[in-house]
């Protein structure tokens, strides 16, 4: 097959979809690999090193699009892609429909094959090329929220852990997920006080196990929410849908009752926010002021650290990318019902159950789809 790899066009992103090494193992395994010149730049691999590992270097996007049967991303395709993809071709990326109509439009008509890393699955039901973007984003979000609640970012003055003779911050964590883990992992180590809500008792049993005891796990509902939101300094949202909308758990009307100058991370935004004032955000201007709380909403808080993050996301997708390449997606995708659960879109029809709920769209089962999508 042939597999083309993009530079990434979103705003302050600097991940690369595949590392040299990534690229060695699919040249060895018989596929064709083109590669954007300066795609790995951001992440501090030039093109010379992709051309030691056999790819071959093109004009530019047009033509990784024109010749590629497969085109791998990090992000969603930007606007000024959309007119390249071509109906049957294979785009595997993190799309996160949901929280765009017009991506989602745009790839209807497109007619693309598109495989989405927040949907595929494991055999245990978990979310493999989600989790380690996951892992560095919930890391990063304690420590963004920190940083924000110094007084120099706009925030209320106070240091993370306190000092002896002076309480530490306080902590809401929403959701006890992979993200939702790893931030309370981190604001614990710090010394924060923490709140940890999750709807899963089995779950908050099992972060009872592995979590510091400066972490407070509870049963997430709304009055908790409610009660926490007014006395926490910073609010981290972690939920997560797999496919769907975020819900909005932080309404207008609760960020009234929050601290002034208090802080909220919606690692959520990819998939709308779990923050009812939340908008995305950029790593130059991250965040803004509601009602006197600041939002810290960066929608690629991963392309912060491409070294760590591309090569994490190069481990985890790399496999699942050998097996579309081996077997071309419809095949890939009987084999293994992960991947067929990563498939959110084929022909203008949508295969994910939470993307055409979000847009009142049609949804159509994928094994009604599986013979009738063009490509390999």
């Excluded at 902590?171 to 940890?196: D, K, M, Q, S």
């Excluded at 005891?213 to 509870?218: D, S």
Aim: with cysteine.
């Amino acid at each position: 097959m042939i597999v083309g790899i993009l530079k990434e066009i979103k705003t302050e992103e600097n991940r690369v979809s595949m590392t040299p090494a990534g690229v060695e193992i699919l040249v060895k395994n018989g596929h064709r690999v083109l590669v954007e010149p300066g795609a790995g730049a951001g992440s501090e691999f030039d093109d010379a090193r992709y051309e030691q590992a056999g790819a071959v270097m093109v004009a530019g996007p047009a033509e990784v699009y024109r010749q590629a049967e497969m085109v791998l991303h990090v992000k969603e395709p930007q606007p000024a892609e959309y007119g390249m993809i071509r109906p049957g071709q294979v785009l595997f990326t993190y799309f996160h429909f949901a929280a765009s109509e017009e991506l989602t439009r745009a790839m209807m008509v497109s007619r693309a094959v598109c495989i989405a890393y927040e949907t595929l699955t494991d055999q245990s039901g978990g979310l493999p090329l989600l989790t380690p973007m996951s892992e560095i984003a919930g890391r990063m979000a304690a420590q963004e929220a920190a940083r924000y609640l110094e007084r120099s970012q706009g925030g209320r003055g106070i240091l993370m852990g306190g000092v002896p003779g002076v309480a530490p911050a306080r902590v809401l964590i929403l959701g006890g997920g992979v993200v939702g883990t790893e931030a309370a992992r981190i604001a614990c180590g710090l010394g924060a006080t923490v709140h940890l809500l999750d709807t899963s008792l089995p779950r908050l049993r099992h972060l009872a196990e592995v979590l510091p005891g400066n972490c407070t796990l509870l049963m997430s509902s709304p009055a908790a929410i409610r009660e926490l939101a007014g006395q926490v300094d910073a609010v981290i949202g972690a939920v997560l849908l797999p496919g769907a909308k975020a819900p909005k758990l932080i309404t207008r009307e609760l960020l009234a009752t929050m601290k002034q100058r208090a802080v909220v991370v919606d690692v959520a935004i990819d998939q709308g926010g779990c923050c009812e004032t939340s908008r995305p955000t950029t790593h130059s201007r991250p965040v803004f002021e509601v009602d006197g709380i600041l939002h810290y909403c960066v929608a690629n808080m991963p392309g912060a650290v491409p070294l760590t993050s591309t090569l994490a996301l190069t481990n985890a997708t790399l496999p699942y990318v050998l097996a579309l390449a081996d077997k071309g997606w419809q095949r890939a995708a009987q084999d293994d019902p992960g991947i067929g659960r990563g498939v959110n879109m084929v022909d203008g029809r949508i295969a994910c159950q939470g993307v055409a709920e979000a847009f009142d769209l049609p949804f159509t089962l994928l094994a009604a789809l599986e013979t009738s999508g063009h490509g390999p």
